[in-house]
């Protein structure tokens, strides 16, 4: 098969949905080996043509990017008009898999796509105006793609339930842990022990709660650490002194902070999967999760589970965490391991080639 794969998201910084992009072609080269060929491409900015490169290195593909002034704009015009083909850039192909940003117009072939979350759709306060807007239009069209992946078995329901797919064209593609993220290598010193989190700051990742939490703790010698860009709306109060915010990091220094955080925890209210969460139990981390059924999948049996709406329950699982870390990092280890990259790409293949007929 020849498979276009849009890569677009990669032209920014790489949140959640960039590194499963990232990681999911990796994988689909690798479990494509030389039966298929995997064509990325993207309609993007003067600062894609840097950045998408600079993600995909070490990825043996050739993206095929195409300059555009305002891309943006250029590829909503180019999914609302529904033409031109996307043919017409790429020649022919046997399965068009595009991402969360556009939904290029095709002639022929398998057309997929990937849902990482319905967010947007169940919770609409929780997104900016702008992504709502994109993402139900995105919606829209995925009720006409021949096969939808979904990150996790709890999206894929909700696929089914909210945008009336039938389930048989429904797959699920988990994401993968990269090989950096493990519990030997260098590890992070902020000066004393630290309790990590990862995530954009908005009101959906539930930060204030984790930020109660904390202080409830009362300890003076131990650190909150919140890796994430800035996000959007009501922002969390982080005037205490041993909270430390470090923004974005890229992939080595966050798999440092992984590994010297003395426990991981992600309060967060909803997720399609949660990705952080093995992240943290593969660099060999006790894990503290919102008990929100959307983080089971990622939690498994290892994770100690924590009230998203409740200060005073994560306090104490915390609490426990840092007591008793032992069998947390055991079980994590070995539920972390159940996820890899080539098990995604090898989804993806079965898919196309099972909608291809």
Same mark, same amino acid.
């Given at each position: 098969?020849?498979?276009?794969?849009?890569?677009?998201?990669?032209?920014?910084?790489?949140?959640?949905?960039?590194? &499963?992009?990232?990681?999911?072609? %990796?994988?689909?080269?690798?479990?494509?080996?030389?039966?298929?060929?995997?064509?990325? #491409?993207?309609?993007?900015?003067?600062?894609?043509?840097?950045?998408?490169?600079?993600?995909?290195?070490?990825?043996?593909?050739?993206?095929?990017?195409?300059?555009?002034?305002?891309?943006?704009?250029?590829?909503?015009?180019?999914?609302?008009?529904?033409?031109?083909?996307?043919?017409?850039?790429?020649?022919?192909?046997?399965?068009?898999?595009?991402?969360?940003?556009?939904?290029?117009?095709?002639?022929?072939?398998?057309?997929? /796509? =990937? !849902?990482?979350?319905?967010?947007?759709?169940?919770?609409?306060?929780?997104?900016?105006?702008?992504?709502?807007?994109?993402?139900?239009?995105? &919606?829209?069209?995925?009720?006409?793609?021949?096969? !939808?992946?979904?990150?996790?078995?709890?999206?894929?329901?909700?696929?089914?339930?909210?945008?009336?797919?039938?389930? *048989?064209?429904?797959?699920?593609?988990?994401?993968?842990?990269?090989?950096?993220?493990?519990?030997?290598?260098?590890?992070?010193? @902020?000066?004393?022990?630290?309790?990590?989190?990862?995530? =954009?700051?908005?009101?959906?990742?539930?930060?204030?709660?984790?930020?109660?939490?904390?202080? @409830?703790?009362?300890?003076?010698?131990?650190?909150?650490?919140?890796?994430?860009?800035?996000?959007?709306?009501?922002?969390?109060?982080?005037?205490?002194?041993?909270?430390?915010?470090?923004?974005?990091?890229?992939?080595?220094? @966050?798999?440092?902070?992984?590994?010297?955080?003395?426990? #991981?925890?992600?309060?967060?209210?909803? *997720?399609?999967?949660?990705?952080?969460?093995?992240?943290?139990?593969?660099?060999?981390?006790?894990?503290?999760?919102?008990?929100?059924?959307?983080?089971?999948?990622?939690?498994?049996?290892?994770?100690?589970?924590?009230?998203?709406?409740?200060?005073?329950? #994560?306090?104490?699982?915390?609490?426990?965490?840092?007591?008793?870390?032992?069998?947390?990092?055991?079980?994590?280890?070995?539920?972390?391991?159940?996820?890899?990259?080539?098990? /995604? %790409?090898?989804?993806? @293949?079965? %898919?196309?080639?099972?909608?291809?007929?």
């Amino acid at each position: 098969m020849r498979v276009v794969f849009d890569v677009s998201p990669l032209s920014h910084s790489l949140s959640g949905i960039g590194r &499963y992009l990232r990681g999911s072609l %990796g994988g689909l080269v690798e479990a494509a080996g030389d039966e298929h060929e995997i064509v990325p #491409f993207a309609p993007t900015s003067p600062q894609g043509l840097k950045a998408i490169p600079a993600a995909l290195a070490g990825i043996p593909v050739e993206p095929r990017l195409r300059f555009l002034p305002f891309a943006h704009v250029w590829r909503q015009a180019w999914s609302r008009a529904g033409w031109p083909p996307a043919e017409r850039f790429l020649g022919a192909f046997d399965a068009l898999h595009y991402s969360d940003w556009m939904y290029p117009p095709q002639r022929a072939g398998v057309r997929a /796509t =990937t !849902i990482h979350d319905l967010v947007p759709l169940r919770f609409p306060q929780w997104v900016p105006g702008r992504t709502y807007r994109m993402h139900r239009a995105k &919606y829209r069209d995925a009720r006409r793609c021949d096969v !939808i992946f979904a990150n996790s078995a709890f999206t894929a329901r909700e696929v089914v339930e909210l945008l009336g797919v039938a389930e *048989e064209r429904v797959r699920v593609a988990y994401p993968g842990v990269e090989p950096r993220f493990r519990p030997d290598g260098e590890r992070a010193d @902020l000066g004393g022990p630290h309790v990590l989190s990862v995530a =954009t700051l908005e009101p959906r990742k539930n930060l204030g709660v984790l930020v109660s939490a904390f202080r @409830l703790l009362g300890r003076d010698d131990l650190k909150l650490a919140l890796v994430g860009a800035a996000g959007w709306g009501e922002q969390p109060s982080l005037d205490h002194p041993g909270i430390v915010r470090l923004g974005f990091v890229d992939d080595d220094e @966050l798999a440092r902070l992984y590994r010297g955080a003395s426990v #991981f925890v992600y309060p967060s209210r909803f *997720e399609g999967f949660g990705i952080p969460i093995v992240e943290a139990m593969a660099s060999g981390v006790p894990v503290v999760a919102s008990s929100h059924e959307s983080m089971d999948e990622a939690s498994g049996h290892a994770a100690l589970r924590a009230d998203p709406e409740s200060a005073e329950s #994560f306090a104490d699982a915390i609490s426990r965490a840092l007591a008793d870390p032992g069998p947390a990092v055991e079980h994590g280890l070995a539920h972390a391991a159940r996820f890899t990259w080539l098990e /995604t %790409g090898r989804a993806f @293949l079965r %898919g196309y080639e099972e909608a291809a007929g």
